[in-house]
């Protein structure tokens, strides 16, 4: 009781509890939102990265750690709570937050650019179709391009493999990041023109490729075309029969330079 002109004096012992109370208060109600982000989290995690075994595991693993740290405290039901663990757990939930946000932007990503994929497909199949139509009237497998010196014949069977190569992919292959094939599709089929040039001056150089051991011995030995268009198909379909043509040069400089030092 208090009396006019008089200050009132509160029990010490009531602003301590209420100070208490409120600390609490606030933790719980810490608590129970990062709970309810927990449990959003693990809908999200196992609907959006069901794919992704190795990152869901992650991302689990991390919630299970937050978790036990906010049912120890939800259990004691205590004020002197640790801050530190609490922000620990809270640190954990938000890194799994932003790494799953971040997964769901990168799906809806990749989800437009897949749209890509066939259309680059259907551009390559039209450029060798349109090709091969326009240049049957004018172009025979005695047509050489000029300064690089390869028939047309060769340049469009490399063309051919590279796409042979890239429908391959797609129907045997497990498929990666829409990204990462998008890459893929703009540099193989250059890359197939390629080494389907190099293989052709390989067999013409008459390296051992073919068996033939000096180059008069190619000049001199008719290759047919089909033999050449084959090897610049595959040339350029295969990575293997480009490594073992290039092992292949590389070997016989190495032995034509030991043979003239010696």
């Known amino acids: 009781m208090s009396f006019d002109g008089e200050e009132s004096e509160e029990n ?17 109600k810490k608590l129970k939102i990062l709970n309810q982000n927990i449990d959003l989290f693990y809908s999200e995690i196992a609907e959006k990265l069901y794919d992704n075994d190795l990152l869901q595991a992650d991302l689990f ?4 750690g937050a978790k036990r740290i906010i049912s120890v405290y939800s259990d004691t039901g205590e004020s002197d709570i640790d801050e530190s663990d609490l922000d620990k757990a809270d640190f954990d939930i938000r890194r799994v937050g932003a790494v799953l946000s971040r ?11 897949r749209f890509i994929v066939p259309i680059l497909v259907f551009v390559y199949t039209a450029i060798i ?3 091969i139509f326009i240049g049957s009237n004018t172009w025979d497998t005695e047509t050489i391009i000029p300064i690089i010196d390869i028939p047309v014949f060769v340049l469009v069977w490399s063309g051919i493999g590279s796409l042979a190569t890239i429908l391959f992919r797609f129907y045997k292959k497990q498929q990666k990041s829409a990204s990462d094939e998008i890459r893929w599709l703009i540099a193989r089929p ?8 190099v293989v052709y001056l390989a067999i013409i150089s008459g390296l051992t490729f073919l068996g033939l051991t000096n180059i008069d011995e190619a000049v001199n030995q008719k290759i047919s075309s089909e033999a050449i268009a084959i090897i610049a198909f595959l040339g350029s379909f295969s990575d293997l029969v480009f490594d073992t043509v290039i092992n292949n040069i590389i070997g016989g400089f190495s032995q034509q330079n030991n043979s003239s030092s010696s």
């Open 12 to 28: 010490p012992k009531i602003e301590e509890f209420r100070d208490k109370s409120v600390v609490l208060s606030s933790k719980q």
């Open 61 to 64: 693993f991390r919630l299970e």
């Open 103 to 113: 997964e769901i932007q990168q799906q809806k990503w990749e989800a437009r650019l």
């Open 129 to 131: 179709v349109g090709i």
């Open 190 to 197: 250059i890359i197939g023109i390629i080494t389907g040039a």
